[in-house]
């Protein structure tokens, strides 16, 4: 008599020698795999921060990997572990992706390591991002918090791309110190060139910073706000969500124009490691972006 | 669903010639608690002797054989300064014997949860495929409350589920493999006595339950009590350990860690099954922690299990085998969390209205 269970040998199914894709959910496929990159840039920013390119090896796997102002990625360094990054360069760069990068944990710290030419890898993009169709014809705020500039870069590419669809575009960014203060070399070319209405303001001044100090909300008064017609981006610390969101709504911007980034731990970014939860909702899948609405139904989303 | 009755013996028979071909795991006495009780879990089982077919509950869950403690994912292997990852899928089969309904329940949860959403699980669905399980209804322990929940009885997710009729099991047969399997043993089609009997052991299980948690209107209790004072009630008696994680049917939340070879020539992406009340759970890079207190922690698993998430549809994942409460060193268990946090809503001790009169 032989009750022997079969094995059902899963690798013989297709979808382990296809290359994942990951805008094709509820597909079975290799979840794991990563797309493999190799660094081809390095731009220290800051002591903290740098700005990693990468391009993907596969030709057919860099065709795959388009992604939407907002979505991020998970950064696969072998051996050491992997980590969720925003993209923070252009969707019309098909030839690479650009990562800002903080120095932050055991992952990042390796990764500030590395040199020009070193493999890692990529999965994604995951999550949500900002409508910009939706914001199209309209003003636009931007008000990114320290190093919440390096998702805003997305979406600011993305304005940059299509300068003519969208009205006044307003970008406010508040960082600690001015030493903090990154992609610095570009403003004058998103002011000159990209007609961005761009205003900077430092918490704490030195001795040969001109200009502003304060919190960011001070940077307000700068502005005009046609709350009929303006969205709002929103990226920072959770404390300056409150703070600028609050504003805003005070402003008369509706809830549900003003869109903000959520950071949280991930380990999968697919939905199934339940670290991202907020309330009973994943950053990884219906987020990193939200509109503040759906944020303030959320419990201890900020 | 075929159904058919087989005798006892004969049952054993069945089951040691399956036990004899394949790796299999049952229901194992390992200890006994302090109170001189036996302890059972699943263990590698080679003969029908080994099984304790009227065993309780086991301590652990079914789930590890699912959703292994520690899973590699994939593997690197690093060679001249470059690396290339590796991915594969091989599990063994394995037959799965004497699981109970809540058992079975949980695992239809977990498939819900890893296979139908955003992003299947490959690792999950290979495990699952090749797993043959043969389920067994029993009578619950005073503290069970999966009545409560609708998970004391299971239509599906196993390959065969044996219900207790006195000299013989009644045997809902739920696969071809199974059926093909009982063909070689003597099995009659169930007699109208038969029936009777499954419908009155049906009875005694129902009213056995001693246990019963409320859970009418629960996600809507929860999400009103997000800032209740009992979750820092029960959060100061909360050690954080996780063990409640651990031993629960449903709990699927993980870690990932690359883990070196010893040789260093490579490495493997691990996933290690983690716990919501574990301290940095919820902690980003830079040092910030989301949930920074026990009651936050604490919540959130209550969340999980009674609200849902929405991989899940929004249905609760709790079962209701109680193996959180049984196993929390700070005596911390749902019953006593959901009963407190309805009763602050029933008869607020705070609020200026009065609780309506029982009638």
């Not at chain 1, 990563?34 to 390095?42: A, D, F, S, V």
């Amino acid at each position: 008599m032989h009750f022997r269970v079969p094995g059902q040998d899963i690798n013989r199914e297709p979808f382990a020698d296809n290359v994942p894709d990951f805008h094709y959910q509820s597909s079975l496929m290799q979840t794991d795999k990563g797309y493999k990159c190799r660094i081809t840039n390095i731009v220290p920013l800051t002591e903290q921060e740098k700005l990693f390119q990468l391009r993907i090896l596969d030709p057919d796997e860099r065709n795959l990997f388009r992604f939407r102002p907002g979505q991020f990625l998970m950064l696969q360094v072998p051996g050491y572990g992997e980590v969720p990054i925003s993209i923070s360069s252009s969707t019309s760069n098909n030839e690479q992706v650009e990562l800002c990068i903080r120095k932050a944990g055991h992952v990042t710290n390796v990764l500030f390591e590395a040199q020009k030419g070193a493999h890692v890898a990529i999965r994604g993009p995951f999550g949500s991002s900002f409508p910009m169709e939706e914001m199209m014809d309209r003003n636009v705020i931007l008000v990114a918090g320290g190093l919440g500039i390096a998702p805003l870069r997305a979406p600011l590419f993305w304005i940059n791309d299509h300068r003519d669809r969208y009205k006044d575009v307003h970008m406010l960014y508040g960082t600690k110190e001015p030493s903090q203060m990154l992609f610095t070399y570009q403003f004058e070319e998103w002011e000159k060139i990209n007609h961005i209405d761009l205003h900077t303001i430092v918490e704490q001044g030195t001795p040969d910073w001109n200009g502003r100090t304060g919190m960011i909300t001070k940077l307000f008064s700068e502005i005009d706000i046609d709350p009929e017609n303006t969205h709002a981006i929103v990226c920072g610390p959770p404390v300056m969500f409150k703070f600028v969101c609050n504003y805003l709504d005070k402003q008369g911007i509706p809830m549900n124009r003003m869109f903000v980034s959520l950071e949280r731990r991930m380990h999968c970014g697919m939905g199934k490691c339940c670290r991202c939860m907020v309330g009973s909702t994943f950053t990884c899948v219906d987020g990193p972006v939200f509109d503040y609405w759906s944020v303030m139904n959320l419990k201890e989303a900020i | 669903m075929i159904y058919k009755v087989i005798a006892k013996p004969e049952f054993e028979k069945f089951i040691d010639a399956l036990v004899k071909e394949n790796l299999s795991f049952g229901p194992r006495q390992v200890d006994t608690d302090t109170k001189g009780q036996p302890i059972y879990q699943f263990k590698e089982v080679s003969s029908a002797t080994d099984i304790a077919f009227d065993y309780t509950t086991t301590y652990s869950s079914a789930k590890h054989f699912l959703m292994p403690f520690r899973e590699n994912l994939s593997h690197f292997s690093y060679t001249d300064g470059d690396w290339e990852q590796e991915i594969t899928y091989e599990v063994k089969p394995i037959v799965l014997i004497g699981l109970r309904p809540c058992d079975i329940s949980a695992i239809n949860i977990l498939d819900s949860v890893l296979l139908n959403g955003h992003f299947p699980s490959p690792y999950y669905l290979a495990r699952r495929k090749n797993t043959f399980i043969i389920g067994m209804d029993h009578l619950p322990l005073p503290d069970c409350f999966c009545k409560s929940l609708n998970h004391h009885t299971v239509t599906s997710g196993f390959n065969l589920f044996c219900s207790d009729i006195g000299d013989s099991y009644y045997v809902s047969i739920n696969s071809s493999k199974a059926y093909n399997y009982l063909k070689e043993f003597e099995v009659q089609d169930p007699t109208y006595d038969d029936d009777c009997k499954l419908i009155e052991r049906r009875k005694l299980i129902k009213q056995s339950f001693k246990t019963d948690v409320e859970v009418t209107g629960l996600p809507s209790f929860l999400d009103i009590e997000f800032d209740s004072p009992i979750w820092t009630k029960w959060g100061d008696k909360c050690l954080n350990c996780g063990t409640c994680a651990m031993v629960c049917p449903t709990c699927y939340c993980y870690n990932m860690e690359d883990r070196p070879d010893v040789d260093l020539q490579g490495s493997s992406r691990q996933k290690q099954l983690y716990s919501c009340n574990l301290v940095d759970f919820a902690e980003v890079a830079g040092g910030h922690n989301f949930r920074p207190k026990n009651g936050d922690r604490l919540k959130y698993r209550y969340y999980h299990h009674y609200l849902g998430f929405a991989e899940n549809a929004n249905q609760p994942i709790c079962v209701g085998c109680n193996r959180c409460g049984r196993a929390c060193l700070a005596d911390i268990n749902p019953k006593d969390v959901i009963n407190d946090l309805r009763m602050e809503k029933e008869s607020c001790m705070i609020c200026i209205s009065e609780s309506p009169d029982k009638t």
